[in-house]
């Protein structure tokens, strides 16, 4: 059962184009919801992240939109450029216990010059 | 300052084998998670560990995993009996071991099982 649902797996804009990417989750317990970039041979790395108390959240170029009746959150990267090429995951966590993050597949993101 | 590391950066090994991985987190951080990345997939959570209460195991996919944490910090995965199917990038993250608090992960241990 795959807990957070991501799409779509691979994505290719232009520079200074849009990027956006789209999570669904099924558990209603989870109340924390980070964006994570990855690049080739790294580990990820926190993008943005936010809670089910907003609507949407904006960081520079990143902004988070989340949807709590749909159970949907998605990213949006304004002004795509190339060195926003990497693998792109949505996750969720409940508050207490572990905490542990449940990762969507990921998603593939490249923009091209 | 100094992020998490891990070693090896890449393992090859032969099935059958037994292999260990390490974490050293970033120093401070109470909360240790492992997560594997098979390819083409998301992170899978494997187990976590916070201060000196019970790990989490709920996500080793079998007996033949196991994990420990010394002292509070460097933490060991220990795969016995490796099999092909568990060849995958196994990531280690910290915490500060807050309520939600960011996640900073290693850069992996690339593990190919012949």
């Known amino acids: 059962q795959q807990q957070v649902k991501q799409s779509p797996q691979s994505l290719i804009v232009q520079k200074g184009g849009i990027s956006i990417i789209n999570c669904a989750y099924e558990n209603t317990a989870f109340d924390y919801f980070p964006w994570y970039q990855q690049f080739p041979g790294k580990g990820p790395a926190l993008l943005i992240a936010?809670?089910?108390?907003?609507s949407e959240k904006k960081e520079g170029r990143f902004t988070i939109s989340f949807n709590k009746s749909a159970k949907q959150f998605s990213l949006h990267i304004m002004d795509s450029q190339p060195g926003d090429s990497a693998t792109y995951f949505c996750a969720a966590s409940t508050q207490g216990g572990s905490e542990k993050l449940v990762f969507g597949k990921g998603t593939k993101l490249t923009v091209n010059p | 300052g100094a992020g998490v590391s891990q070693s090896p950066s890449n393992k090859v090994t032969e099935k059958g084998k037994d292999v260990e991985l390490r974490c050293d987190p970033i120093?401070?951080?109470?909360?240790l998670y492992w997560y594997r990345q098979s390819l083409g997939q998301g992170l899978e959570f494997l187990i976590y560990?916070?201060?000196?209460?019970?790990?989490?195991k709920s996500g080793l996919p079998s007996d033949r995993f196991s994990a420990e944490r010394t002292g509070g910090s460097v933490s060991t995965l220990t795969i016995q009996r490796t099999q092909q199917e568990d060849s995958a990038v196994y990531l280690c993250?910290?915490?500060?071991?807050?309520?939600?608090?960011?996640?900073?992960f290693g850069p992996g241990t690339r593990l190919l099982v012949l």
């Open positions: 120093s401070g951080h109470t909360a």
């Open positions: 560990f916070q201060g000196n209460s019970a790990p989490d």
């Open positions: 993250a910290s915490s500060g071991g807050g309520i939600q608090e960011t996640q900073y």
């Open positions: 936010i809670r089910p108390d907003v």
